[in-house]
Nanobody, 128 residues
């Protein structure tokens, strides 16, 4: 079993940057694909980004591509989401997720399983 805890959320002005962190415990972190999802007020949870266990493969939704970067540090058992050029529409609760195969986190790829763990979320608010 793996547990996930997000941090780094907060209030930032449009055009600014923020880095989210997700630290894992209780599992073999290096074997998990990791990802980020977000849920804005009144909307469904949506995919943001995913990264393979090795860090060699990454995926991004069209709305964040070119602005956000996902990375991982297996030595620190932590996944990061660097968010640049933030927009008000990026305002949401951001959730970290873990899966045995990162493919299971990417909505446009065929699934071979599901999400194994979710973090409790961290709120990002982008003001104009």
């Amino acid at each position: 079993q793996v547990q996930l805890v997000e941090s780094g959320g907060g209030l930032v002005q449009a055009g600014g940057s923020l880095r989210l962190s997700c630290q894992a415990s209780g599992g073999t972190f290096s074997s998990y694909g990791m990802g980020w999802f977000r849920q804005a007020p009144g909307k469904e949870r949506e995919f943001v980004s995913a990264i393979s266990s090795s860090g060699d493969s990454t995926y991004y939704s069209g709305s964040v591509k070119g602005r956000f970067t996902i990375s991982r540090d297996n030595a620190k058992i932590t996944v990061y989401l660097q968010m640049n050029s933030l927009k008000p529409e990026d305002t949401a609760v951001y959730y970290c997720a873990a899966a045995q195969d990162h493919i299971n986190l990417v909505p446009w790829l065929p699934k071979r399983g599901g999400v194994d763990a979710w973090g409790q979320g961290t709120l990002v608010t982008v003001s104009s």
